[in-house]
């Protein structure tokens, strides 16, 4: 007889561990391996639309991923990422590096991430 599990996630985005590597750096694997980050970003694509928001009309730049409650500009995740400029940030629910005038059908209310949060989990309001 097959076995089904059901998980049921908590209310909230949970923000990754990053755990040190070898080198002695603390970053997710996607900031660190281009090939992982391509990926996930692809994923991001087919799954949640992730695009350029001037490509089209149907989103508010207001819902940017620059200010979306998954985008993680954390002092941190920035040294991860390397990009002094700001414009970019790590996308929590994508596991990759995305731009901060992008979109996706995922935006969430409330961000970016910008605290020290590591390890812990932030509301979706």
């Known amino acids: 007889m097959p076995t089904i599990m059901i998980s049921i996630m908590p209310d909230g985005i949970p923000v990754d561990k990053m755990d040190e590597?070898?080198?002695?750096?603390?970053?997710?694997?996607?900031?660190?391996?281009e090939e992982v980050n391509d990926v996930n970003k692809m994923y991001a694509q087919d799954k949640a639309n992730y695009h350029d928001a001037t490509e089209d009309g149907g989103f508010k730049l207001s819902e940017c991923c620059g200010n979306c409650s998954a985008y993680n500009q954390t002092e941190?995740?920035?040294?991860?990422?390397?990009?002094?400029?700001?414009?970019?940030?790590?996308?929590?629910?994508?596991?990759?590096?995305?731009?901060?005038?992008?979109?996706?059908?995922?935006?969430v209310k409330g961000g970016p991430i910008t605290g020290d949060a590591e390890g812990s989990e932030r509301d979706i309001l």
């Open 76 to 107: 941190d995740m920035m040294d991860c990422i390397g990009d002094e400029s700001g414009d970019s940030g790590y996308c929590q629910i994508y596991k990759f590096v995305c731009s901060s005038d992008y979109v996706c059908n995922e935006w």
């Open 21 to 33: 590597d070898d080198n002695g750096s603390s970053c997710p694997i996607a900031t660190r391996d």
